[in-house]
């Protein structure tokens, strides 16, 4: 084609103009066409795209009105109008500034609900050509990377079918990496301010700020992938798109348009047009794409609705938070029809709302007559065009991770994939690659008659032509695919170096710089505009990659880690750095395991869990077997106030087995179902008390029974039900509470008069006989009986509650202290709404068979009451070995292990079904703790899913857990310069976070700390 043009145009010169000779024509046109391939090679765009000036000296907001499509008059008018340059006078000289709006189409956004279905979409209009179409977004989860054998078979195989059978029209994959850090700063300056505890505010606060820090040095990248199926009101009436195809077209729009006019009914058009495009866009484009994307393809997607549409659009030109949608076309099915809701004319259209800016400075992005660069948002972007794909792939996993592997490597920050597809006509293909094989057949020839021997370059043409026909043949789609990545800095320096680096990621692949028409590829990867990518200034070679439909799933950006959680505990993915939160206040997912060793961090993220518990004032009550009290847990719960918080030594207080929790405040149901749920912990207590290490299931089984009808009989007294009211009515520490029934007065009742036995067998009385001595004998115990045998001395009502089990040398006794502190443990958390139980270190005790047992009812049942559970552990074999592993381990939603051993691996393998290559990671050195950065690694587990993660604990909250002798020693020197004031602790805690974390990094040691200290306000 390029030769023909040039042979012609050396004609009007030589010939038509000059009057030469068809000799001197001919050389003519051989010189043009010498000098062109020179220049141009076989991919005339780079050629002619260098010659493409800028659009004017930048652009300019055009400050555009809306006018909807039924107001004819005022719509016509405006579509014939055309946006014109302006002239500004600036310290720099005269400037020709250009309207942006030429390079979007943006009408409206449209709410559509038809058919059970509702979406939203760009409605674009493209005022040159009068041409309708739209762009409908869909929200696609992502493929997870870590993804068993079966799965990527699967996942691969479904791509393939859906490549196959791609429709007309544009499919634009977008996958965005950013350093963003909106929605985890509101969730956390929404807690602080709603949390009833001042210090668990400032260490959200605190949080924030690390937050900030990570993403601003690219550890946090927020990830997102979005869908966009294309739709044309004209493609969608055609079945192909050829030059008579789109003549035949337009004399149809013609010829309708001239019959309205002649019947009288253009008005009535015009007042049912949105109707009518609403429902041709719904069948001809939302329905297409769906099926292909959610049927064939059997990716996970959704559509958007308005307002998330219109967020998405808002922060690509604006930082600050999103203004409310301020109109959109919305289309409702109902039992009469469709019905419309069109927005009013004559207030500013999106793009103008959109380019405003804020405070003076707009936000229409620019170019700065820079043909490299594009500024927006306060950052210098740069383009890469992936112009020569990879040869091949090690195996299917690989082809599905490819964009993947190289967007998160650590270095690669801020950037953005944009890969749109398009199907290409089978027989142009066809004939090309037969060109290509006839070109390499006579370069072949002509290389043996010259006797130069073989011609590698024609014999690898004809193979790659070969193959390429041979696939066609086999049924594959030949497929457009135009793949850019932009990269957003802060400076041009920084944005080529980071393209530079990030170019050399592709291997035997080829990624460019854009360096001559970088605004146009940017204007063409927004969904503002029905521009295809890459396509312009590509008139006699294609710029665009053509590949078939089996090679195409390589080149999406499918593959991000999933999404747990919306909200809760933060952890950042190893690779790409994705944050992924595990809500343990979720109904469904609130069933948490940490395992890690010593030294792994897993204490101070346990912490963390509890936070999030506090923030949320959602009580929380747990067991510590730290030895002597001087556990993480104990420094931050008295760090937090006695009024709040209350660390309990099991040894020093007095924990009545039968207060009930106050259930006063819940609903009548609520209270009749849980006040049951206590009496089954009660009976099953009392039977872990009674049976002990006895192992007779005989006996057990009466000694339940009996215990069942003790209780029921106990209960219903009138006696003590009146001291239990009494006692709620007084409150604690009140005379009445000081009455409050025990187990010496259930005793009283364990014989067979009290429980109105009508025979008495032989396994009846050893049942009695077990509860009585057993029982009676552990309240008669010096050590503690006293602790077990009296009303309980433990404030109620205290928003965190830790019983600490230490100090107790006598295994049996310290069974019984655990099982009683458990007790006091669900009864608070029965008496509340939401509460989250809490086991540090249980190893010991799930040795016992009621203690194991109780730990798995809590797990199987407690969700029903509102109890979360947190567990830590060093490692699984004490769980796997107890009693209830089955029942415990069944009913874990979320297993986050750390640093552990290579012999401790195994046991998640055969105990939990772990991949060898997943858990073995946690056995390397790369595992540990990383005190510098203050971040621990982590591997976190839900449904057979898997994330390699970090933990970035805030500095305030490490300062606050910090326990050893010479880190509380520090703390002290700098608490003591500060007022002994909920102000002042702060103040202080503030101050030895920054020392604390100088002497993590090396900078200091812990013995400077407070040594030379002035300290200033908060």
């Not at 800028?54 to 004819?72: N, Q, S």
């Not at 309990?648 to 749920?677: F, G, H, S, Y």
């Not at 006989?769 to 077990?788: H, W």
């Not at 002994?980 to 805690?989: E, H, I, K, R």
Request: aromatic residues 10%; proline residues 4%.
């Amino acid at each position: 084609m390029p030769w023909i043009i040039l042979g012609c145009l050396a004609f009007f010169i030589v010939r038509m103009m000059l009057g030469m000779s068809l000799m001197t024509w001919a050389g003519t046109w051989i010189w043009f066409a010498m000098t062109w391939w020179v220049l141009t090679g076989e991919a005339t765009y780079k050629f002619v795209k260098s010659w493409i000036p800028t659009p004017g000296d930048d652009w300019i907001d055009a400050k555009t009105l809306f006018v909807p499509a039924t107001d004819p008059g005022t719509f016509e008018r405006q579509k014939r109008e055309r946006l014109k340059p302006v002239t500004m006078t600036t310290n720099a000289g005269r400037k020709r500034l250009m309207p942006f709006q030429n390079l979007t189409h943006l009408h409206s956004i449209a709410q559509v609900e038809i058919g059970g279905y509702s979406f939203a979409c760009l409605i674009l209009h493209d005022k040159r050509k009068d041409e309708w179409s739209a762009q409908i977004p869909f929200v696609f989860d992502g493929i997870h990377p870590q993804l068993y054998r079966e799965e990527v078979e699967a996942a691969i195989a479904a791509l393939h079918r859906g490549a196959s059978e791609l429709p007309n029209g544009e499919l634009t994959f977008t996958l965005s990496a950013q350093s963003e850090t909106r929605r985890r700063k509101h969730q956390l300056r929404h807690l602080a301010k709603t949390s009833q505890s001042e210090a668990v505010s400032v260490l959200l606060l605190n949080e924030q700020q690390r937050v900030n820090e990570i993403a601003h040095d690219g550890s946090r990248q927020v990830w997102t992938q979005t869908i966009w199926g294309s739709w044309t009101a004209t493609r969608a009436t055609r079945r192909e798109t050829d030059a008579i195809g789109e003549a035949l077209t337009w004399l149809q729009k013609h010829y309708q348009k001239w019959v309205r006019n002649f019947m009288g009914t253009q008005q009535t058009h015009f007042n049912d047009f949105y109707l009518n495009l609403a429902k041709e866009l719904y069948e001809t484009g939302f329905l297409r794409w769906r099926n292909l994307l959610e049927t064939k393809s059997e990716l996970g997607v959704r559509p958007m609705d308005a307002e998330e549409l219109w967020e998405s659009l808002w922060y690509r030109f604006n930082t600050r938070s999103a203004p409310e949608l301020p109109y959109c076309v919305r289309i409702t099915e109902t039992q009469g029809g469709l019905e419309q809701n069109v927005p009013v004319a004559g207030q500013q259209d999106l793009m103008t709302v959109l380019l405003r800016g804020d405070r003076g400075s707009t936000s229409c992005p620019k170019h700065q007559s820079q043909r490299g660069y594009i500024y927006a948002n306060g950052r210098v972007g740069k383009i890469l065009v992936v112009e020569q794909p990879p040869e091949l792939w090690r195996n299917v996993r690989s082809q599905l991770s490819w964009i993947w592997e190289r967007m998160s490597m650590s270095y690669v920050r801020d950037t953005e994939c944009v890969v749109q597809i398009a199907s290409r006509e089978r027989w142009s293909t066809q004939d090309e690659l037969e060109k290509m094989n006839r070109q390499s057949h006579h370069e072949r020839k002509h290389a043996a008659m010259d006797g130069t021997g073989r011609e590698v370059h024609a014999d690898l043409q004809s193979e790659y032509a070969q193959d390429a026909l041979r696939k066609m043949l086999e049924g594959r789609q030949p497929i457009y695919v135009a793949l850019v990545f932009i990269i957003w800095r802060d400076s041009e320096e920084a944005v080529d170096e980071a393209a530079a680096q990030f170019a050399n990621t592709f291997g035997a692949a080829k990624a460019v710089s854009e360096n001559d028409i970088a605004w146009r590829v940017w204007a063409e990867s927004l969904p503002l505009n029905n521009f295809p990518l890459l396509k312009k200034f590509a008139l006699f070679s294609e710029r665009r990659l053509t590949l078939d439909s089996e090679t195409v799933a390589g080149f999406l950006p499918l593959t991000r880690p999933k999404d747990l959680d919306a909200s809760g505990v933060e952890f950042v993915t190893s690779r790409g750095g994705h944050p992924v939160c595990v809500d343990i206040l979720d109904s469904q997912y609130g069933r948490v395991l940490i395992t890690g060793k010593t030294g792994s961090g897993k204490s101070v993220l346990g912490w963390r869990f509890i936070e999030e518990a506090l923030a949320n004032n959602v009580p929380v009550v747990g067991l510590d077997l730290s030895s002597g009290g001087n556990s993480t847990f104990g420094t931050a719960v008295r760090l937090l106030g006695e009024e709040r918080a209350s660390y309990i030594d099991i040894l020093q207080e007095r924990l009545n087995l039968l207060e009930p929790p106050d259930l006063r405040d819940l609903p009548p149901e609520q209270q009749v179902q849980r006040l049951k749920r206590w009496k089954d912990i009660v009976r099953s207590a009392i039977v872990a008390l009674a049976m002990g290490d006895v192992d007779d299931a005989m006996l057990r089984s009466r000694v339940d029974s009996i215990c069942l009808r003790l209780l029921d009989v106990f209960f219903r007294d009138a006696v003590i039900a009146n001291r239990y009211n009494e006692a709620f009515d007084g409150g604690w520490k009140s005379d009445a509470w000081q009455e409050m029934p025990t187990l010496r007065d259930l005793l009283t009742f364990c014989s067979p008069e009290k429980l109105q036995l009508e025979s008495v067998g032989e396994a009846d009385e050893a049942a009695i006989n077990q509860i009585l001595s057993q029982v009676g004998a552990k309240l008669r115990d010096p050590n503690i009986g006293d602790a077990i045998a009296h009303p309980s001395t433990v404030a109620p009502d205290t928003l965190i509650s830790f019983y600490a089990l230490s100090g107790l040398t006598n295994e049996q006794n310290a069974f019984i202290m655990a099982i009683v502190a458990q007790m006091a443990c669900l009864k608070n958390a029965l008496a509340h709404p939401q509460s989250l139980f809490v086991g540090d270190e249980l190893s010991v005790l799930l040795g016992k068979r009621g203690f194991a047992n109780l730990v798995g009812e809590l797990l199987a049942t407690g969700r029903k009451e509102g109890v979360s559970v947190l567990m830590l552990a060093q490692d699984l074999d004490a769980i796997v070995d107890c009693t209830a592993s089955a029942q415990i381990l069944a009913n874990l939603s979320t297993v986050i292990t750390g640093l552990t051993t290579y012999a401790a691996t195994g046991t998640y393998e055969k105990a939990l079904g772990y991949p060898s290559e997943v858990i073995s990671r946690n056995a390397t050195d790369n595992y540990k703790a990383n005190p510098a950065e203050l971040y621990t690694h982590w591997l976190v587990e839900r449904n057979k899913r898997f994330w390699h993660t970090r933990f970035y604990a805030a500095p305030m909250m490490l300062a606050a857990l910090a326990n050893s002798e010479a880190e509380q020693a520090a703390r002290q020197r700098v608490m003591a310069k500060f007022e002994p004031t909920t102000l002042g602790y702060l103040q202080g805690l503030r101050q030895f976070s920054r020392e604390y974390v100088r002497a993590l990094r090396g900078s200091i040691s812990l013995d400077d700390i407070g040594r030379e200290l002035t300290h200033s306000g908060f």
